[in-house]
């Protein structure tokens, strides 16, 4: 059946363990920033701690932490136990973690609360590339509220030594610039929403036939010449059908264009609902359409393709006063060493035979050669 999503489709260009192994390598790239910036934030803390801002064994401590948080990631992100979730780069959990870090290290040291607002916009900054606006806000609302707390408890431990100027313009600081970065990443979320939709947009003209809504040549050529290497490659069956509106010229001088355009679309409709999931369909040009089947036999592909036949042949027509639309088809397997090129020439041998031998049949690349009419 066609892909709802108008694109080309990726397996059409990357097999399928290959694009899922860039995308791992791409999540754990995004792991490895995390923990440079976990690195970088320890190595900050121990300035502070050699300048006696922060007590040595509060630095192990968060050092402690900071160890444990990476290796749990690590772990999940190695056995992919983060692929279970909506969002195998566990986002939000590595947000979460980090804001929660950030709340301990102001709780263990009283001096380390100039670290809060730069630790924040960087969490920001990870976030807003990821995370859609209600997902952001809600994860400002944490951060708020685990500052909170922490400021609190720094009052109740500090309270004979705290700078309370120090500490209110501090807390202004964090919340204006939490919830200034909060808008920022809302809007850069929002205009990747929209570059997303007009990648799309432009995909779909790319890729897409703009009458019938199906792969367009081009696409489907890719596709097909994927479908070859992938069964070179595995040795797998392969085949290929090509369709032929019958007598369209007739229709288009008879009823108009506009009717034979609801003729493609109907035809066109008829063949995405009919195959399977796996199987492609593509405006091969005019009134022809190609059929790819992968892991398919000829005889499998023969009942298939008959029963394509007799289904568009029961459709509602749209010719009044006439008949059902009808269609030939032309059907070949692939042949161990054959490019796609020769694969579709024998197809439409097969669907010339078709037509010659009175049109709405299935012919294949192996049945003998009917004399023309």
């Known amino acids: 059946m066609q892909p709802p999503t108008p694109h080309v489709p990726i397996a059409a260009r990357y097999p399928a363990a290959a694009r899922q192994h860039a995308f791992r390598l791409l999540r754990l790239r995004r792991f490895g920033m995390a923990l440079l910036t976990y690195v970088l934030g320890f190595a900050l803390l121990s300035v502070c701690a050699l300048l006696g801002l922060l007590p040595t064994a509060a630095l192990l401590r968060v050092g402690g932490l900071f160890l444990l948080i990476n290796i749990a990631l690590g772990v999940a992100f190695a056995s992919g136990w983060n692929e279970r979730w909506a969002d195998p780069s566990l986002t939000l959990l590595q947000m979460g973690l980090a804001v929660s870090s950030v709340a301990v290290i102001l709780v263990v040291g009283r001096s380390t609360q100039f670290v809060a607002a730069p630790f924040y916009s960087v969490l920001f900054v990870f976030g807003m590339l ?19 707390l922490a400021l ?3 009052l109740e ?40 939709e007009s990648r799309q947009q432009i995909q779909a003209l790319a890729t897409r036939d703009g009458l019938t809504g199906l792969w367009n040549r081009r696409c489907i050529d890719v596709t097909l010449d994927a479908a070859v290497q992938h069964a070179a490659r595995h040795g797998t069956p392969l085949c290929v059908v090509l369709v032929d509106v019958d007598h369209f010229k007739h229709v288009n001088d008879r009823h108009g264009h506009a009717i034979g355009d609801q003729v493609l679309k109907a035809v066109a409709s008829c063949l995405a609902t009919s195959v399977r999931a796996e199987d492609h369909v593509g405006r091969f040009g005019g009134e022809e359409f190609l059929l790819i089947l992968p892991a398919t036999s000829l005889s499998q592909a023969t009942v298939l393709t008959e029963r394509l036949r007799e289904r568009l042949n029961a459709q509602p027509t749209v010719l009044a006063g006439e008949g059902p639309v009808t269609a030939s088809f032309g059907l070949a397997d692939w042949r161990n060493g054959e490019v796609a090129g020769a694969l579709v020439h024998r197809a439409d041998q097969a669907l010339y035979r078709a037509k010659a031998a009175g049109r709405n049949r299935v012919e294949t690349s192996s049945s003998q050669p009917a004399a023309c009419e």
């Open 130 to 148: 990821q995370l859609r606006p209600r997902q952001i806000a809600g994860m400002t609302l944490y951060l708020l509220l685990s500052y909170a």
């Open 152 to 154: 609190a408890l720094r």
């Open 157 to 196: 431990l500090f309270q004979d030594v705290l700078d309370l100027r120090i500490e209110a313009v501090t807390a202004a600081l964090v919340v204006g610039s939490s919830v200034w970065f909060a808008i920022a990443a809302g809007y850069i979320s929002n205009l990747r929403t929209r570059l997303r």
